[in-house]
């Protein structure tokens, strides 16, 4: 075994096999600090999307615990009917959906009601079943009202394409408090239509919850004191993509490309042009094939889950150029142990990157 000097003061032990036939050093130090760089250029990445999700949490949302003795209960549903217009880049879809209302006291909840995450609530269209509330047989009132709009929801990126999203729709009134009106979730008559598909996706269910939105800022009331809470309902439908989209669509043309790369590996070793253009031309292609999937998702400061598989594919293409470039040398030498030499670095360099290839994916995947 020889000792190769690495740019961080360790000392990297390579095969006997591999004799870099160069009277300087500078090469062998290139190398190893390119691939050392690279190595923990990739691990470092690895927790740059946990951490990113994690410091994105609200603390202005939590779940209601108590109802406040004197505030008017309202018991509300949501259902939705159509769900379109889907958009990962800009965090929005449209939404279809009834939502009703069912009350006792003076206070009218359709009034002043608030859609918290609408986007362009010109555009929201809320049509009420009725002119005036309905009184049902236990002596409380009903109204339901058609809603069509635009909703906003930043989507949780980092196990893309294997991504699950919470698509919400989130309700408030704009002037009574908890302590006057509490929403209470009619979970048994909500839902979503059977007829309700998105084309890429797959729905996982539906979740309505009650909630308490606290403000930091009384809004320049001081009747509200120095913060206010107001009641919340979320109405929230999971969706998630199938792993078919992921594994035909985004995993195979990568690995189809990576492995093209490897028939560089298994050319005769004196084709030296060609074993060092197969794998140069690879890595422009998925160069290519990661603007076309990055281009319909949102700016994001962390790596998503195929970004890192990316990764992988960059430093398998790269170590194979490197190998190209430093065996090129050896046949130069034109002796038949060299040839020989080059041939068995050819496969064990392609036996240990289908094996880095297969158990780093299967990692990423597990660990994202």
């Keep these: 075994m020889r000792s190769v000097p690495c740019f961080v003061g360790i000392k990297m032990q390579l095969p ?3 004799r870099f036939p160069f009277k300087s050093s500078t090469a062998r130090r290139f190398l190893v ?57 800009s965090n929005t879809y449209y939404l ?4 009703w209302f069912k009350w006792k006291g003076d206070i009218d909840p359709t009034a002043n009601l608030e859609y918290t995450n609408g986007v362009d609530d010109w555009g929201v269209t809320s049509t009420p079943a009725y002119e005036e509330p309905q009184k049902l047989p236990d002596g409380r ?54 007829a309700l598909t998105i084309p890429g996706w797959k729905i996982r269910g539906f979740d309505l919850s009650n909630l308490v939105r606290e403000y930091a800022t009384n ?12 009641s919340s309902m979320q109405y929230s439908l999971t969706v998630s993509r199938p792993v078919s989209f992921f594994a035909w669509k985004l995993l195979l043309p990568l690995i189809i490309v990576v492995a093209a790369s490897w028939g560089s590996l298994l050319l005769n070793p004196q084709n030296v042009d060609s074993r060092i253009i197969i794998p140069v031309t690879a890595l422009l292609t998925i160069v290519f094939l990661q603007q076309s999937y990055s281009s319909n998702l949102p ?22 150029i490197l190998e190209a470039i430093l065996t090129a040398d050896w046949v130069k030498l034109d002796k038949p142990e060299n040839i020989a030499r080059t041939v068995q670095l050819d496969r064990t360099v392609l036996a240990v990157q289908a094996l880095v290839l297969v158990v780093g994916i299967g990692l990423l995947i597990l660990l994202a």
């Design 219 to 230: 809004f320049g009331d001081v009747r509200l004191g120095t913060a206010s809470q107001y």
């Design 299 to 320: 700016d994001v400061g962390y790596l998503v889950l195929l970004d890192k598989i990316y990764a992988v594919a960059y430093i398998l293409i790269i170590v194979s």
């Design 33 to 89: 600090s390119v691939l050392s760089i690279a190595l923990i250029a990739f691990l470092t990445q690895l927790s740059v999307g946990a951490s990113a999700q994690s410091a994105a949490k609200s603390d202005t949302l939590e779940p209601l615990t108590e109802i406040p003795a004197k505030a008017q209960k309202v018991e509300t549903g949501i259902f939705a009917m159509n769900l379109y217009d889907l958009d990962a880049s």
């Design 16 to 18: 006997n096999f591999v």
């Design 141 to 194: 009132l009903y109204q339901s009202l058609r809603v069509e709009g635009r909703f906003v929801q930043p989507f949780a990126l980092s196990r893309y394409p294997l991504d699950q999203q919470d698509l919400k729709v989130l309700i408030e009134n704009a002037v009574y408090t908890t302590n006057q009106l509490v929403y209470i979730a009619d979970k048994d008559q909500s839902g979503y239509s059977n």
């Design 96 to 99: 279809d959906f009834y939502i």
